[in-house]
């Protein structure tokens, strides 16, 4: 919000939609409802999804977390391969479980490739060390165990054992849901962007009547970059 041109009010509310709709709120709507330039609703909501990336990066997921990686995006015309042979964007989700195994919080990265090296750097941003991750069979998890992280992979088979990342993949349904139902899918670009938002609202689902003044406090303190950062 530093040297803005737009009243602080119209900000407020903007800040509101954002953070209390789990659904999101497209820059479309902030225009219709602040009753500003498309451009400038842009820019806005980019700005505050830039603040709740910034908050979501002081905390690490930690005891005990699944991991696995999916692919978002629209496949190259005259690509039709799904799942790890796709040209799809890879990204890595790692989710948090209590001790009676539901879901606390989500970490989430856009991925170049999916490799060993992009794995530990992911879990080295997100996970503290010594947490227990549990993942399925692919060989590039086991980078995991050459830090420090007690790995524990298992085959995926939904049939023989349907309990085995259960969680971490209805959060994945869903944030791919949110992409696609509210924005009509994002360009790779921004992809990270959106899905910080996604991972931020999600980690604060347990207290929604705070979550306007969290992020309110969290766009006040937030680094500040310009427009001409976003589209460069």
Known sequence: MDKTRTPLRK???????MSSDK????ALRLQRELKIAYGTA???????????KERDADYQLDSFVEIDESFFGSPSEGEGKRGRGTDKTPVVVGLSLDEEGRPQFIKA????????????EFAKSAIKP??????????VYNKLTEHDYNHQPTKF????????LKWLHVVISNLKTFLNGTYHGVPNKHLQAYIDAFCYRFNRRFWPGQLFARTLTDCAFASPFTRHELIE
């Open 23 to 26: 659904r999101g709120c497209s």
């Open 157 to 164: 088979n939904l049939e023989k054992n349907p309990e085995h």
């Open 42 to 52: 842009w820019t806005m909501s980019h700005k505050i999804r830039n603040a709740m």
């Open 130 to 139: 010594g947490s227990r991750i549990s993942s399925d069979g692919l060989r």
């Open 109 to 120: 990265q856009v991925l170049e490739r999916v490799d060993g090296g992009s794995l530990v």
């Open 11 to 17: 900000w407020f509310l903007a800040i509101y939609l």
